[in-house]
């Protein structure tokens, strides 16, 4: 029997001068030494989510760096050392993007978003929801419009993987067909 309880969406909010760092950050623990609090009401061995919760806000600020993995990573090895009940945790974040608006002044961005995952063996996922891309043919020359090709924008999810193997980032993005010769403008 495997047991998992956790966290879900502790809003972080980090600013260190000019950057900021915001997110919904949610924890899953892993372990068999919870499952006497559903067979016995022993409870001895549980770490509340309200702990769950003040834990992930205190340990954000002892953070210094800037990527929701590298904070997930931070989190995850925190969790374990502190609390060696936990077999395993699976961690995962949304980033809320704010865009600079002034000299001190954000906006709340609904467009696309960082996210990341880090599973319990270690492997560290993260990349884009929601992210608009534009694919134009290389460097413009008006003399060579035989081989261009139309702009496009698509929706697509751009994401990277890596595991302890230290694979390098994929991304994955759409190409648009050429553009008739009809429809070519002078």
Not at 100 to 124: C, I, K, N, Q
Not at 139 to 162: E, Q, V
């Amino acid at each position: 029997m495997r047991i998992s309880y956790g966290k879900l969406r502790v809003p972080v909010h980090r600013i260190s001068g000019d950057e900021v760092l915001a997110c919904e950050v949610s924890i899953e623990v892993l372990g068999d030494n919870f499952a006497p609090a559903y067979t016995e009401g022993d409870n001895s061995n549980v770490v509340a989510t309200d702990t769950m919760k003040n834990f992930i806000l205190r340990e954000s600020l002892a953070y210094d760096g800037g990527s929701l993995e590298g904070l997930l990573v931070h989190l995850g090895r925190r969790f374990t050392a502190t609390y060696p009940v936990m077999e395993g945790a699976r961690m995962s974040a949304k980033e809320l993007r704010f865009d600079r608006l002034g000299e001190r002044v954000y906006a709340r961005s609904a467009d696309d978003h960082g996210v990341a995952t880090v599973e319990p063996d270690g492997t560290v996922r993260g990349g884009r929801h929601g992210m608009m891309l534009l694919k134009t043919a290389s460097p413009p020359n008006p003399s060579a419009s035989a081989g261009r090709r139309r702009p496009c924008s698509r929706r697509r999810a751009a994401s990277r993987r890596r595991s302890s193997r230290s694979s390098p980032p994929r991304l994955s993005a759409g190409w648009c067909a050429p553009i008739p010769p009809t429809s070519r403008r002078a």
